[in-house]
């Protein structure tokens, strides 16, 4: 099992530029939930997903949009980016609720200059 | 309104050494109460969770946390320290009324020999 996984690790773009961020979980749960971390701040909740088709903001969701494409993949994507974008982007997955044992991927490293 | 504070930035303890890292949450019911561990470079990792019972809970890696109603906290303890236990460590509640988990801005651990 790889668990939760996520594309790239690493990016730069651009001001104004667009890009989408990919995940995928193979543990077969119904939520998955994109945070960002920036330093000397706990992790913030961009979107989430309670179930396949059904996507909800967050505490920061402004700048962003995602995709439940289906029950494994939940992609965030950045329209056009700004530098207060600049992060570092996990996402997490857990059997249903939002209290349930979150399983977080590696990362994804942003910078927009 | 709900919030969790981890009132120290940085712990530097040696190898085999005791420990105890502070987690104080103001919320308005029970809360449920996590501590996630992140690893340099890594995504973060349940260690335990609280919502009802014993007020003692059991983690993963020798830790453990207890909760204190009267005191609106759960900290975190380990009685010997590895040297594989630096890290940085998230208390967080939840959920919130925007159906967050609030995550504090975390403590980070280094391990001396």
């Known amino acids: 099992n790889a668990g939760v996984t996520q594309t790239p690790k690493f990016q730069v773009l651009k001001t104004g530029q667009s890009m989408t961020l990919q995940c995928a979980q193979d543990?077969?749960?119904?939520?998955m939930y994109w945070y960002r971390q920036d330093p000397g701040m706990g992790l913030r909740l961009i979107y989430y997903?309670?179930?396949?088709?059904?996507?909800d903001k967050g505490e920061v969701p402004n700048g962003y949009n995602v995709s439940r494409l289906n029950k494994r993949e939940f992609s965030l994507r950045l329209e056009s980016a700004a530098p207060s974008q600049t992060s570092v982007y996990f996402c997490a997955s857990s059997e249903r609720a939002l209290t349930d044992t979150q399983y977080f991927g590696p990362g994804t490293r942003l910078t927009v200059l | 309104a709900q919030s969790v504070t981890q009132p120290d930035i940085h712990i530097t303890v040696s190898e085999g050494a005791s420990l105890e890292l502070r987690c104080n949450y103001s919320?308005?019911?029970?809360?449920?109460l996590f501590w996630y561990v992140q690893s340099p470079g890594q995504g973060l990792q349940l260690l335990l969770k609280?919502?009802?019972?014993?007020?003692l809970v059991q983690g993963i890696k020798g830790f453990e946390a207890e909760f204190k109603r009267s005191q609106s906290s759960f900290n975190l303890r380990k009685p010997s320290v590895h040297w594989s236990d630096a890290a940085e460590y998230f208390c967080?509640?939840?959920?919130?009324?925007?159906?967050?988990?609030?995550f504090g801005t975390g403590t980070r651990l280094t391990v001396i020999p």
């Open positions: 543990m077969n749960h119904n939520s």
């Open positions: 967080a509640v939840g959920p919130t009324r925007a159906n967050n988990l609030f």
């Open positions: 919320y308005g019911a029970t809360p449920y």
């Open positions: 997903s309670a179930s396949e088709g059904t996507t």
């Open positions: 609280y919502f009802s019972g014993d007020t």
